[in-house]
C-alpha cells in the first residue's frame, strides 16, 4: 500500500491551493482518508478526514470553512482544497488511509498507511 500527496508549495497569506493523495495497492472507495499536518517543533495533528461510506467530513476548528477534503473515487485519489491560507497553516501535510468509520478519524492510530508528507509554506 502507498499513498502519495503532492499539490504544496511556496504561497502569500490569502492564497488557495489544492494538495492530491493518491492511494494504491487497496481499494480506495473501501477506506476512509484524511489528511494531517506537522508544524516545525510541533505535533502532527488532525486536518480532516472523510469516510469512504457517506463521505462525512471532520474538520478541525481552525481549517472549517477554508479547507475542502474530497474524494473521487474513480481515480482514487482524494484532495484537500485550501483557500484562505495563513501563515500558521505552514506545516508538512500528511495523508493517510483508514479501515475505520467516525469520529475516531480524527485519531492518527486509526490510520494504518501514511504518505510521506506535502510541503506547504504561507509567508505573510
Known amino acids: 500500500v502507498q499513498l502519495q500527496a503532492s499539490g504544496g508549495g511556496l504561497v502569500q497569506a490569502g492564497a488557495a491551493l489544492r494538495l492530491s493523495c493518491v492511494l494504491s495497492?487497496?481499494?480506495?472507495?473501501?477506506?476512509?482518508m484524511g489528511w494531517f499536518r506537522q508544524a516545525p517543533g510541533k505535533e502532527r495533528q488532525f486536518v480532516t478526514s472523510i469516510s469512504y461510506r457517506d463521505r462525512r467530513r471532520y474538520y478541525e476548528d481552525s481549517v472549517e470553512g477554508r479547507f475542502t477534503i474530497s474524494r473521487d473515487n474513480a481515480k482514487n485519489t482524494m484532495y484537500l482544497q485550501m483557500n484562505s491560507l495563513k501563515p500558521e497553516d505552514t506545516a508538512l501535510y500528511y495523508c493517510?488511509?483508514?479501515?475505520?468509520?467516525?469520529?475516531?478519524?480524527?485519531?492518527?492510530?486509526?490510520?494504518?498507511?501514511w504518505g510521506q508528507g506535502t510541503q506547504v509554506t504561507v509567508s505573510s
Open positions: 493517510a488511509s483508514s479501515p475505520y468509520y467516525g469520529s475516531n478519524l480524527r485519531d492518527q492510530v486509526a490510520y494504518d498507511y
Open positions: 495497492g487497496r481499494p480506495f472507495s473501501d477506506y476512509a
